[in-house]
């Protein structure tokens, strides 16, 4: 009796050990223990989750049939009877499930390849995934890395983005790094891979502080930023310090982008002289400073009163499109946020679209405007966007800078930090007018 005693207090201590570890070290126990486990578990378990989620395929394998068991009755027949039992190896039907490949611990789960069976594509892995997270009792599942015959599973057992932190990294220019994606690694948006991008959401899903997160980080790199804030500039005009130009105006608007239009024709103009294709490729000392251009709410843009505004909208539009096909190769990029984007803006919209080849999708209302915004990229990643719930306003799905979509999360960046950041770096915007007027010299970050 007191021997079980101690056993079960023995017991009781190293499960109470185990827990206080899992509470306070719990990077140290997953990968003590919690990943040998889940690991184990894995392996073993596979066949069954890759039977219940389809992923198996019948193969025909020669098995040893229990006619060769000597069962009652068998031994009183003959012994020619009793061979001819023993060699019934048959061929018969077995379920195969894809071959994994070793488990690697993450910090937030694991990841691991597994082998396609012939037939199978990366899809057949995104259409179970939900099921293999259910099996494993996980948060999500994700299909990354996909190669010839095989795809990576990417497990992590709770959501990554319910609290997002961006350490500090050295500022690059035109690269800001605006919150995390699911996979635990930072989001970064380099403007010189993906020029434009297209920030949509609802009503207080996170697109503003979206762009309090790259006002930030662009703010003390050696950059102009351009705001086009047509809510009457609520927005836009806390950060007018770090702005070369706001427009909250339809007509300071038209002036603006016909200016932006005649900087990248300048900017032509210049790398024509030099015989060179892009501004990069500008001798430094001639290189023109870059420009990125926020765009708060794009529908204001596109929409119009009465018929007389119909030619302020037309240019606009077409000012917008020219800058956006145009300034790629010159250094002028372009954000443009939105609620609602839809072909029911006017021609244009569709057209704009097309060139903003980064695409952020926050929680949306319609799902025309998610339609709009993803619809091109992957179905999946629609389908991803309108699971975002209201409750977890800056969660969106990315699109853009590696071929795949994300998930990601942009860092809570308040107004007065975003303003704080604007009045600081003031000193490093250029002036608008002098920036248009020659080729100017990029000034150094203080
Ligand atoms: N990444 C985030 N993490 C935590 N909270 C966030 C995040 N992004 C936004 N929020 C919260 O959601 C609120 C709404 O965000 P935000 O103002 O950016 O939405 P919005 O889409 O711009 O809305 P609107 O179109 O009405 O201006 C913010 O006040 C903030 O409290």
């Known amino acids: 009796m007191s021997d079980l005693v101690v056993v079960l207090g023995a017991l009781a201590a190293a499960a109470a050990g185990l827990w206080a570890w899992r509470r306070w070290h719990p990077a140290s126990f997953w990968y003590g223990v919690g990943f040998p486990v889940r690991a184990v578990l894995v392996y073993l378990t596979w066949p069954h989750v890759a039977s219940g989620c389809r992923l198996t395929r019948q193969r025909r394998r020669f098995r040893l049939t229990l006619d060769a068991v000597p069962v009652a009755g068998v031994a009183s027949r003959s012994a020619a ?239 917008l499109l020219r800058v956006a096909q145009l300034g790629r190769a010159f250094a002028v990029h372009l954000i443009v946020c939105g609620q609602r984007i839809g072909a029911d803006l006017g021609p244009g919209v569709t057209a704009l679209r097309a060139q903003l080849s980064g695409r952020v999708c926050h929680r949306v209302n319609d799902p025309e405007t998610a339609n709009m915004t993803l619809g091109d990229v992957d179905p999946a990643a629609l389908d991803a966007a309108r699971a975002i719930p209201a409750e977890t306003p800056g969660v969106c799905i990315v699109a853009g800078q590696d071929g795949t979509w994300h998930r990601a999360r942009s860092v809570y960046v308040p107004e007065h930090t975003a303003e704080q950041a604007a009045r600081e770096y003031a000193h490093l915007t250029p002036d608008w007018e002098t920036l248009i007027g020659s080729v100017p010299v990029t000034p150094t970050a203080a």
């Open 81 to 319: 009877t009793v061979v001819e039992h023993k060699r019934r190896v048959r061929r018969v039907d077995v379920e195969r499930s894809p071959r994994l490949g070793v488990l690697r611990p993450t910090r937030l789960g694991w990841r691991m390849r597994v082998r396609l069976h012939d037939g199978q594509v990366p899809a057949d892995y995104e259409k179970a995934a939900e099921g293999i997270a259910h099996a494993w009792r996980v948060h999500s599942v994700r299909v990354v890395d996909v190669r010839p015959g095989y795809v990576t599973l990417w497990a992590t057992m709770r959501d990554p983005l319910t609290e997002v932190t961006v350490s500090p990294a050295p500022v690059e220019l035109l690269r800001v790094r605006p919150g995390k994606l699911e996979n635990g690694r930072d989001w970064v948006i380099d403007f010189r891979t993906v020029p434009h991008w297209l920030n949509a959401g609802a009503t207080q899903s996170g697109k503003s502080n979206l762009a309090n997160a790259i006002i930030c980080d662009l703010a003390p790199q050696p950059v102009a930023l351009v705001g086009f804030d047509l809510k009457g500039g609520v927005e836009f005009t806390p950060y007018a310090p770090r702005l070369s130009a706001l427009a909250t105006t339809r007509k300071e608007s038209v002036d603006l982008l016909t200016d932006l239009v005649g900087e990248v024709e300048n900017r032509m103009g210049l790398c024509r002289a030099h015989g060179a294709r892009n501004v990069w490729t500008l001798p430094e000392p001639l290189r023109p400073i870059p420009v990125v251009v926020l765009v708060d709410e794009v529908a204001e843009l596109f929409l119009m009163a009465d018929k007389s505004e119909k030619d302020e909208v037309s240019r606009t539009a077409t000012a």
